[in-house]
Nanobody, 120 residues
Framework: VQLQASGGGLVQPGGSLRLSCAAS????????VGWVRQAPGKEREGIAC????????YYAAAVKGRFTSFSDNAKHTLYLQMNSLEPEDTAVYYC??????????????WGQGTQVTVSS
């Protein structure tokens, strides 16, 4: 059971980036899945979560309207499309999953993290 995140990098303010998270050993559609980020010197922050119970995706206020989390179950991959990036979005981004059908509970499967840096 594993998640493998990729797609991070350096992008200018206002730019876009798409992160990918490939699942192996389990199916995404049987889990609630999401994205968590950790900026330097700050605590981890949940930014998006899709509940397996109702299929709704919930976003943190800081990213709502700019970021979109979606899955391609055929490819066993979760994506995070990030638009209008700001320097405050600089962080290590993690994908995560849980068997619980709800958001807001602790994830028990984590990807290894990918660095996103927003800077001119």
């Amino acid at each position: 059971v594993q998640l493998q995140a990729s797609g991070g990098g350096l992008v200018q303010p206002g730019g876009s980036l798409r992160l990918s998270c490939a699942a192996s050993g389990f199916t995404l559609d049987g889990h609630s899945v999401g994205w968590v980020r950790q900026a330097p010197g700050k605590e981890r922050e949940g930014i998006a979560c899709t509940s397996s119970r109702d299929g709704n995706t919930y976003y943190a206020a800081a990213v709502k309207g700019r970021f979109t989390s979606f899955s391609d179950n055929a490819k066993h991959t979760l994506y995070l499309q990030m638009n209008s990036l700001e320097p405050e979005d600089t962080a290590v981004y993690y994908c995560a999953a849980t068997e619980y059908p709800y958001c807001g509970v602790a994830y028990d499967i984590w990807g290894q993290g990918t660095q996103v840096t927003v800077s001119s």
